[in-house]
């Protein structure tokens, strides 16, 4: 639980907003970003008819009047980077557990990738809490999905989320790619997945570097080797 200090209001108008702290601003219709996020919680005061997501472990929503609020709350590790938060008009409904769709109609393929997120999911859980939300939304651009908002344009939501995930405390390109293509793989347990990000993020000692076609990953615990074998995979482990 944060302190009241870390909370910030942000009143969105159109396609404009002002928030008492942090910097935001559209940079699409419907994409808005805050440049470094500098409070844990985020009031965002929107149209009744609208929703707004972003990547938080959760959300609060209240209804006055022609105005809606959306309450956000952010993981600690996000403080300072730049996110995006989606603002759409799009029917948001629950779909399975914790997970929301926003729109109105769902066609098979779209369908097909929504039943195969749950690996996904639970890496997002253990990272968020068990209470974490994600968000399916088709019409996205896949650049601007992140952890718990996911983008069905290209076929491959699952990827992007992870990849644009990593991509905020990770500048090596090629060990972005290859431990996106773990996450999205589900060949590891969601256990060791998450070992590898929280020290990527700082919360255990970690080493992680490529070389070649392979991606070393050093640990206190165990240390992993992955390799991309044409269309197959090897993935060596040796405990401690």
């Known amino acids: ?16 907003v002002k928030c008492n702290m942090n910097e935001a601003k559209y940079i699409t219709d419907s994409v808005l970003v805050l440049d470094k996020l500098s409070s844990y919680n985020i009031l965002f005061v929107i149209s009744a008819t609208d929703n707004i997501i972003c990547p938080g472990e959760n959300f609060q929503e209240l209804v006055w009047g022609k ?13 300072g980077k730049k996110i995006y938060c989606v603002h759409t008009k799009a029917y948001m409904r629950k ?11 769902i ?31 088709p019409f996205l ?7 718990t908002i996911l ?9 992007y989320a ?14 972005v790619r290859k431990l996106a293509d ?6 590891l347990s969601h256990h060791i997945i998450v070992s590898i990000i929280k020290g990527i993020i700082g919360y255990i000692k970690i080493n992680v570097f490529t070389s070649g076609n392979e991606l070393f990953i050093e640990t206190e615990k165990f240390d992993l080797t992955y390799r991309k074998l044409g269309k197959g995979r090897e993935i060596v482990i040796h405990d401690h």
Not at 67 to 79: A, I, R
Not at 95 to 105: A, I, R
Not at 151 to 159: D, E, F, I, M, R
Request: glycine share 6%; hydrophobic share 40%; proline share 3%.
């Open 151 to 159: 983008s069905g344009s290209t076929g491959k939501p699952l990827s």
């Open 141 to 147: 651009e896949p650049r601007y999905s992140m952890l």
């Open 162 to 175: 992870a990849q644009n995930f990593l991509r905020l405390f990770i500048s090596d390109t090629d060990i």
């Open 67 to 79: 105005d809606k609020g959306f309450l956000w709350s952010f993981p600690d590790f996000l403080e």
């Open 182 to 187: 773990l996450i999205t793989s589900g060949l």
């Open 107 to 137: 066609s098979s393929k779209e369908l097909g990738v929504l039943q195969n997120i749950s690996y996904y999911s639970s890496i997002v859980k253990s990272l968020l809490g068990h209470s974490a939300h994600m968000f399916f939304i």
């Open 1 to 16: 639980m944060h302190d009241l200090e870390d909370y910030d209001i942000c009143i969105v108008n159109n396609n404009t």
């Open 95 to 105: 779909f399975d557990d914790n997970l929301y769709v926003l729109e109105n109609n």
